[in-house]
């Protein structure tokens, strides 16, 4: 096709492409926040909750869970206006971000609390702990554990999946790059160095995400000659 | 997702570009795009469907609209079998030069940037860029901008010529299509939305209660049929079919019909 | 004065509903297909056919699908000089997608395949391909049948991106319907109830499927 490259002009535009990756980087860490508090919440119910509470939140994990990203942050954005509430673009590219993170954050702690061993849980309410002191340090740290590995996958599949949040404006590393081809003309060249930006992204988070365990979850037996 | 393979994926991603880079690979030679649309009666022509009042989907789940009833009649004058590839704001000219259309006809409006990478035909239709925004939002001029948070479309003319018009303060929004962009200034998400005076007539008088009305023109602008940039033939053929049905009234009657505004003079390019 | 969401709106949005299926049909099958070849290269002797095929993986699931999609969108063409139609351009970008995460559950699944099945196979005599199609090949696809359909909800959410770039399936249906009607109260939640009304018996399945397995105790991983 005869098809010139310049990348210089995407050169030219990096400080841009990069402000908007910061951008996804602060929403994908402040939902995986906020998503994982909330999934706290959500497996704290379903599993201590009484039916009248276990029922919403199941339905909230399903529903949240086969219904994509795309579709829960239109109607954050454009339909809630509707009834009165409106959510700035990249208020409710957080909230939405947050709100899936957390069915699939509930799920995989879930997951994870059924490897705490029941015999521990039995103990602790011998002791005489309180439910929700026995949730925290018996269940929940354990569970955490077990289930960092998934959640740091979660992580990853949920920063490259916030790139949807350009469809409602919110000005991410995608919105960016959409904006900047469409004025320049050189589509490929700025899809291209953006995917690879997300690319080291998504490597670098998983990285660190790797180093955190280590730093957060030390080896619980350290054998220690006399 | 392990890390070696985010590393080696990273090492594709570098071969990917390496081969990107490398020497283009021609297209093949020989049959022109208008012997082949005449060869095989078949035309492929994009079609924006959320773009009132030049594309919408009608209420048979049809394409209808001003650019649609064009491309009708210019496959009916081919002698071609339309095939309509639906294309949003953003993906008109991409079609195009990937080949997934010859012929583009959705209110393209013609400039010099866009004539670097596609080959414009003589224009058959004329809009202008205004900003609109329901009555309680004051703006009167351009300056009235600032502090206010006004949405676009990507690839058009209002992404091209708003935000040089925009004091600093403004707070512009992007949008992939002209769908969502009516829908944000329907729903309040933004103050007002810039977008063409016929689209913006098309939203207020869909939605009286909304109250939308025109702040103030941008800039005018004629808009045309676009081709690659190789398919002489193909321009030559549109350039004539305009002159045409310039002068049998043809053109005038479809626009007329969708904007309710009669053709104004149409220059030749 | 706009429309109001009737019948032919709705005919409109369920007709995009088609499309979405057809859409995650073809890329399960073809990425399928691929997804095969790309787990035998990851368990390959060949140390370059397993950095390849990992290449390939990492590529795919280390970048937004949406970003892959544009890619297809705006790069093939000049990239190659092939033209394309967007659903031949759409299936080829979620096929490609689906063929990465597949491939990587079905490497999974095979390298599940108890040792002991390759050493029998081996004191048998049976050479590494014929090992491969006849003994760990069908035990592994017993294995990989849960995650392949759980990762089935996730290739029928994701096609819901191609909305973006003007593909009319389920999302840009509703979308379009949106702007003809002005009803977004209804519309979306609409869209998102038929994404779930397709992908929550999926789901159950995978999750029936898998329960099931693990009640078999063939050792599969716990995800």
């Not at chain 1, 018996?138 to 740091?152: E, G, S």
């Not at chain 2, 390496?18 to 012997?35: E, F, K, M, Y």
């Amino acid at each position: 096709m005869g098809y010139v490259f310049q990348f210089g002009v995407v050169w030219e535009h990096l400080p841009e492409l990069l402000a908007g990756a910061l951008l996804t980087l602060r929403l994908s860490v402040g939902a995986f926040v906020l998503g994982l508090l909330l999934a706290v919440l959500l497996t704290y119910a379903r599993g201590y909750g009484s039916r009248a509470v276990r029922g919403p939140v199941v339905a909230y994990i399903e529903f949240m869970r086969n219904t994509p990203l795309l579709v829960q942050l239109f109607v954050l954005y454009f339909s809630l206006p509707a009834i009165g509430v409106r959510l700035g673009a990249n208020q409710a590219a957080l909230l939405g971000l947050a709100l899936n993170f957390a069915a699939y954050g509930a799920e995989i702690l879930r997951g994870g609390m059924q490897a705490v061993p029941v015999g521990q849980i039995e103990a602790a309410n011998a002791l005489g702990l309180r439910r929700w002191r026995v949730f925290r340090h018996v269940v929940l740290m354990p569970a955490l554990r077990v289930a960092y590995p998934a959640l740091a996958s979660q992580f990853v599949l949920m920063m490259l999946g916030s790139s949807v949040v350009s469809a409602i404006s919110a000005t991410d590393l995608t919105a960016v790059t959409n904006t900047l081809q469409s004025t320049t003309f050189r589509g490929f060249e700025f899809y291209f160095v953006a995917t690879g930006i997300y690319l080291a992204m998504a490597l670098a988070a998983r990285a660190g995400l790797d180093v955190a365990y280590r730093w957060l979850f030390p080896p619980l037996l350290r054998l220690r000659s006399a | 997702m392990e890390r070696r393979n985010l590393l080696a994926g990273g090492g594709a991603a570098g071969f990917l570009f390496a081969a990107a880079t490398g020497p283009a690979s021609a297209q093949t030679p020989g049959l022109s795009t208008l012997d082949r649309i005449q060869r095989d009666k078949k035309v492929r022509i994009t079609a924006e469907v959320d773009s009132p009042p030049f594309g919408i989907i009608g209420s048979d789940g049809q394409p209808d609209g001003s650019e649609i009833a064009t491309a009708r009649q210019l496959a009916k004058d081919l002698g071609a079998e339309l095939e309509f590839v639906q294309v949003s704001a953003t993906q008109r000219i991409p079609a195009l030069l990937a080949g997934r259309a010859d012929i583009a006809v959705s209110s393209l409006s013609i400039t010099t940037d866009r004539a670097k990478t596609v080959a414009f035909c003589a224009p058959h239709g004329a809009l202008s860029i205004v900003i609109c925004g329901p009555k309680k939002t004051a703006i009167a001029g351009p300056a009235d901008m600032a502090g206010k948070r006004i949405a676009l479309t990507r690839a058009t003319l209002e992404e091209a010529t708003v935000p040089k018009a925009a004091p600093k303060g403004t707070e512009l929004v992007f949008f992939d299509d002209i769908g969502p962009t009516i829908q944000a200034l329907l729903s309040g998400q933004v103050d007002a939305a810039g977008m063409s005076a016929f689209a913006a007539k098309s939203v207020a008088d869909r939605n009286p209660d909304a109250g939308i009305e025109v702040k103030f023109t941008v800039t005018t602008a004629y808009y045309g049929a676009a081709v690659r940039q190789a398919d002489e033939s193909l321009r030559h053929w549109i350039d004539t079919w305009v002159f045409v049905n310039t002068h049998n009234g043809v053109l005038a009657a479809i626009y007329e019909k969708y904007t309710g505004v009669k053709l104004p003079p149409l220059p030749t390019i | 004065m706009s429309r109001g969401f009737g019948w032919p709106e709705l005919q409109f949005v369920l007709h995009g509903l088609l499309w979405t299926l057809g859409l995650s049909a073809v890329a399960l099958t073809a990425g399928g297909v691929g997804g095969m070849i790309i787990a035998l290269a990851r368990v390959s002797r060949l140390r370059v056919l397993r950095i390849v095929a990992g290449g390939y993986i990492g590529l795919f699931q280390g970048t937004p699908v949406l970003m892959q999609l544009f890619l297809a969108f705006f790069g093939l063409a000049v990239l190659t000089g092939v033209q394309m139609d967007a659903w031949p351009a759409v299936t080829l970008a979620f096929t490609l997608y689906a063929g990465a995460f597949l491939g990587e559950i079905w490497r999974g699944a095979i390298q599940a395949v108890p040792p002991e099945q390759w050493e029998a196979a081996r004191a048998l005599g049976l050479r590494r391909p014929a090992t491969l199609l006849r003994v760990v090949l069908p035990q592994a696809v017993r294995l990989a049948i849960p995650p392949t359909v759980g990762f089935l909800v996730q290739l029928i959410k994701s096609t819901a991106v191609a909305s973006i770039i003007g593909f009319v399936e389920v999302t840009r249906a509703g979308q379009l319907m949106v702007n003809v009607t002005f009803r977004p109260m209804l519309v979306y939640p609409l869209v998102a109830l038929l994404y779930f009304a397709v992908c929550w018996p999926v789901s159950l399945l995978a999750g029936r499927l898998e329960r099931r397995l693990d009640a078999r105790g063939s050792g599969s991983p716990r995800r």
